[in-house]
């Protein structure tokens, strides 16, 4: 499968944004989605999950209430609602899919994915 992420670009604080992940070569319900950041000089990091039945998610802590993953199977595409960025949320964010675990498992580790996005950047303005 072949992922290609869009939808970055500069915000302001408390502002919004909508990443969306598109995939080819593979329906995308095939596969536990998730999405994670890296910020210039630092480790990549988890973000949010969604399992391959759509019925599961999971969310780090980092950005739990501000941040929603969904998928639809119908267009082939994960997204990533977020609100109320934060300058902390300025990052390279990719999207990641793998089809190891159950139709309910959440991936949470960058080790759990197989397959990965170039990513898309949001950079947010204080």
């Known amino acids: 499968v072949q992922l290609v992420e869009s939808g970055g670009g500069l915000v302001q604080t408390g502002g919004s944004l909508r990443l969306s992940c598109a995939a080819s070569g593979r329906p995308v319900s095939t596969y536990g989605m998730a999405w994670f950041r890296q910020a210039p000089g630092k480790e990549r990091d988890f973000v949010a999950a969604?399992?391959?039945?759509?019925?599961?998610?999971y969310y780090a802590d980092s950005v739990k209430g501000r941040a929603t993953i969904s998928r639809d199977n119908a267009k082939n595409t994960v997204y990533l609602q977020m609100n109320s960025l934060k300058p902390e949320d300025t990052a390279v964010y990719s999207c990641?899919?793998?089809?190891?675990?159950?139709?309910?498992?959440?991936?949470?580790?960058?080790?759990?994915?197989?397959?990965w996005g170039k990513g898309t950047l949001v950079t947010v303005s204080s």
């Open positions: 969604i399992s391959r039945s759509g019925t599961s998610t």
């Open positions: 990641a899919a793998t089809r190891q675990g159950s139709l309910w498992y959440t991936p949470r580790t960058s080790d759990d994915m197989e397959y």
